[in-house]
């Protein structure tokens, strides 16, 4: 089954959050939560998505 993961610190952040998930859709709300409380990105530019979505990684 293929899975995907991002780690926050692979974009930058000192931050040890990590998130895996079967579909790689799933990934962005969790993380947009998870930058809202943790790094208060309240709103999300099309870059930080673009950034976030090229540090996605798919493990088998």
Known sequence: ???YTYHCRDIG???SFE???TEK???LPRIKIHSKYAHQIFEMS???EK???AAIRQAD
């Open 25 to 27: 859709k799933d990934l």
């Open 51 to 53: 950034k976030i979505e």
């Open 1 to 3: 089954m293929t899975r």
């Open 19 to 21: 998130f895996e998930a």
């Open 46 to 48: 099309p870059e930080m």
């Open 13 to 15: 952040y000192d931050c």
